[in-house]
C-alpha cells in the first residue's frame, strides 16, 4: 500500500482545500497538547482546572447548563440561516382575518383542495347552497361539505404551472406589538392575547408581483360571482366580550319599483343620495363633514326596511346592520362606526326602542350601556368616518331626542305612514298580474309597456274606493294580496290565455278591514297595559323643540317642526293614534 498522504493524492486545482485542512489538523494538535494550556493559563490555573473537571459531578452539571445555551444559539444561527435562504428564493404574501381579501381565499382553497386526490387529512366544514333553484320544491337540502387544509400545515398546489404553498396559521403575528403593553383590565389583557388568524401564500421564486397577480385573480373571481346581489353585514359578539363586522348573507338586489311609496318620497331620497355620493370634493373644498344622515319613522309594517334594501340595491351599495343592545358600549360602538365595512349603508332599526342612557337625567335608571352623548359623538363626532351614510328607523319619533335629531346627525327626515289611494292603486296593479307596469325611463328602453285592461282599471278601482284612505299599512295590503291569491291559487284558470277574473277579492275587503280593526284594538290595549304597568317616559324640554329645515344643492328641501304645544311633528302628513284609528275603522266599517 502506497504511503503517500491521503491529501496528496486529491487532484490538481484543490490545493487551497489540502491547505486549509492542514491548518486545521496544526490546530487540533496544538490544543491537545498540555503545552498550550499551560501557557495560556498558568501552572497554578490549569491544576485548578484539572482538579475540578477530573470531578464528574462538576463536569456534568457544567455540560448540563452549557448545553441549552449551545443549542439556543444554534437554533438561532439556524433560523437566521434559512429565513436568508427563503427570501432568496422563495415570495411570501400573509392576508391575515380581518381583510376583506380572506374569504375569497379561503373559497379558492376549498375548491383547490377538493381537487387533490393525494391528501389524507383534511378539514371538513359543512356550507347551504344558497343556488340550488330546486330547494323551495322539496324538503330542505342537506348541507354540503368543503374541504379545507389543517391549521399550519403546508398545502401544496399547482396553479398556472407555478408551485405554491397555502398555509392557514391561527397566529399570523401581524398585530400590534404587546411586548410593551401593561394593562390591570383582565379583558385587555385576554384580548391582547387573542389569536390572529391569517393565510400565507408561498411561491419559489423572487417575482413578487406575479404572486400578487395570482391572488388578486382569486379576489376578483369571487366578487365577480357575488356581483348583482346585496351583501348584508352585521355587528356580531366576538372573543372577549368584543365586536367584528361578519358578513352574514348575500340577496338578490331588490328592485326600486317593487317598493311602493307616496308620490315622490322615494324618488326623493335617491336623489338626496346620489347627490351626496357624487358631491365629496363638493364637501371637502368647503369643510363640511362628508357624512349624511337619514331617518325614516312611521308605524311597523309601512315599509322602512324594504326601502333601505331597494335605495342600496339601486346605488349599488351594501348593508350593514348594527345594534345597539347587549353589550355594546360607547367605545365598543365608536370603534364599529369607524371600521364599517367599505361601500355600505349602516342601518340602525327600532331606534326609538333602543335602550339609551342619559347622563344628565337623575331619573335615568336603565340598563343600558350606551349614553346619548357616545351615540352622538360617534355619529358626528372627530373620529368619525367619513363618506358614511346612516339610516335609521322608528315607529315614533316623539321618543327620540332632540338632540340627535338635529342637521349634521340626521339631514333627512321621511315619514312613511299608512298606505294612501295612489300606493292602493299600485299595489293592487302590481299584485294581480300587472307587474311590469314601467315606471323609469331606462326601464321604458328595456321593455315595452304594458296595456291595461279597461275592465281591470275598473276593478282596480272600485278595490281602491273600499280601501279607506291612510288606514291599513302597505305590509297589511300585501299579506291580504297573498293570501286571497293562495286561497284562488287553482280556481284561476290562466292556462289558455284568459284573463283571470280577480273579481272575488271585492267580497273579501270587509272581512279584511275587521281583521285590521281588531289587530288595531289588540294594540292599542297592549300599548295601554304597558304604559299602566311602567314608569312616564322622560318628555324633552319645550326649549329643546326647534323647527330645522336641511337643504342640499339640487335636493328638495325637508322639513320638520316641533310644536310648543304639542311635541309631535308638523309634517304634511300625521301618524294616526291606534285609539282614533280604531273609532274611525270602526265607523268606516259599520257603513
Known amino acids: ?121 383534511l378539514e371538513g366544514r359543512c356550507f347551504f347552497d344558497d343556488d340550488d333553484e330546486n330547494d323551495t320544491l322539496g324538503p330542505s337540502p342537506p348541507p354540503k361539505l368543503r374541504l379545507f387544509p389543517l391549521s399550519d400545515r403546508p398545502h401544496k398546489i399547482k396553479y398556472k404551472g407555478r408551485t405554491l404553498w ?20 383582565v379583558k385587555e389583557l385576554l384580548t391582547m392575547m387573542s389569536s390572529n388568524p391569517c393565510i400565507r401564500i408561498t411561491m419559489f421564486g423572487r417575482d413578487m408581483q406575479l404572486l400578487k397577480s395570482f391572488i388578486q385573480e ?69 369643510g363640511i363633514p362628508y357624512r349624511r344622515g337619514y331617518l325614516l319613522y312611521g308605524p311597523p309594517g309601512t315599509g322602512k326596511t324594504s326601502l333601505v334594501q331597494s335605495v342600496a340595491s339601486k346605488v349599488k351599495m351594501n348593508v350593514a346592520i348594527i345594534s345597539l343592545s347587549g353589550s355594546m358600549d360607547d367605545e365598543k360602538f365608536n370603534v364599529m362606526l369607524q371600521e364599517i365595512p367599505r361601500n355600505s349603508i349602516l342601518v340602525m332599526e327600532d331606534i326609538d326602542h333602543c335602550v339609551i342612557k342619559d347622563p344628565n337625567s337623575e331619573k335615568d335608571t336603565s340598563s343600558g350601556k350606551i349614553s346619548m352623548s357616545g351615540l352622538l359623538n ?45 300606493q292602493i292603486s299600485k299595489m293592487f296593479l302590481r299584485f294581480m298580474g300587472e307587474d311590469d307596469i314601467i315606471e323609469t325611463e331606462e326601464d321604458k328602453e328595456k321593455k315595452p309597456a304594458v296595456v291595461i285592461s279597461e275592465s281591470f282599471k275598473e276593478l282596480c278601482q272600485k278595490f281602491t274606493d273600499l280601501i279607506p284612505d291612510l288606514y291599513v299599512t302597505p305590509a297589511e295590503l300585501q299579506n291580504f294580496f297573498i293570501m286571497n291569491l293562495i286561497d284562488h291559487e287553482d280556481s284561476l284558470n290562466v292556462s289558455d290565455g284568459n284573463v283571470p277574473d280577480y273579481s272575488y277579492l271585492l267580497d273579501h275587503v270587509p272581512a279584511f278591514l275587521d281583521s285590521v280593526k281588531r289587530d288595531r284594538e289588540q294594540a ?50 300625521t301618524v294616526t293614534d291606534d285609539e282614533d284609528f280604531v273609532k274611525d275603522l270602526d265607523l268606516v266599517t259599520k257603513k
Open 378 to 422: 360617534a355619529l358626528d363626532g372627530v373620529v368619525a368616518q367619513e363618506g358614511t351614510m346612516v339610516f335609521m328607523t322608528c315607529n315614533d319619533v316623539n321618543r327620540i331626542q332632540p338632540a340627535l335629531l338635529r342637521p349634521g346627525r340626521i339631514d333627512m327626515k321621511m315619514e312613511l305612514g299608512y298606505a294612501d289611494k295612489s
Open 1 to 121: 500500500m502506497s504511503s503517500v498522504p491521503l491529501l496528496e493524492t486529491l487532484p490538481i486545482g484543490t490545493a487551497p482545500i489540502v491547505t486549509l485542512v492542514d491548518q486545521i489538523f496544526s490546530l487540533l494538535e496544538k490544543v491537545s497538547d498540555e503545552a498550550f494550556w499551560n501557557a495560556l493559563f498558568g501552572d497554578r490555573a490549569l491544576n485548578l482546572l484539572k482538579r475540578y473537571f477530573g470531578s464528574d459531578v462538576v463536569f456534568l452539571g457544567f455540560i448540563v447548563y452549557l448545553i441549552p445555551i449551545i443549542t439556543y444559539h444554534l437554533n438561532s444561527y439556524w433560523s437566521w440561516i434559512t429565513t436568508y435562504i427563503r427570501e432568496r428564493m422563495y415570495v411570501t404574501i400573509q392576508i391575515s382575518k380581518e381583510q376583506d381579501g380572506y374569504e375569497p381565499i379561503q373559497q379558492f382553497i376549498s375548491i383547490k383542495t377538493s381537487h387533490i386526490k393525494s391528501h389524507r387529512e
Open 218 to 286: 382569486w379576489i376578483n373571481d369571487h366578487y365577480e360571482k357575488e356581483s348583482g346581489k346585496l351583501t348584508i353585514y352585521k355587528c356580531m359578539p366576538a372573543r372577549y366580550e368584543a365586536f367584528e363586522w361578519r358578513q352574514v348573507g348575500s340577496k338578490e338586489l331588490r328592485s326600486f319599483g317593487s317598493v311602493i311609496l307616496k308620490t315622490g318620497q322615494k324618488e326623493a331620497i335617491l336623489k338626496d343620495i346620489t347627490t351626496f355620493r357624487r358631491r365629496e370634493h363638493w364637501y371637502s373644498i368647503r
Open 166 to 185: 397555502l398555509t392557514q396559521k391561527k397566529d399570523g403575528g401581524t398585530g400590534k406589538d404587546n411586548g410593551t403593553y401593561y394593562s390591570n383590565d
Open 524 to 573: 292599542a290595549e297592549h300599548k295601554s297595559n304597558t304604559n299602566s304597568s311602567s314608569k312616564p317616559a322622560v318628555v324633552p324640554n319645550k326649549s329643546d323643540t326647534t323647527t330645522t329645515t336641511t337643504t342640499t344643492p339640487d335636493t328638495p328641501t325637508v322639513t320638520t317642526t316641533l310644536d310648543d304645544e304639542d311635541t309631535s311633528p308638523m309634517t304634511s302628513q
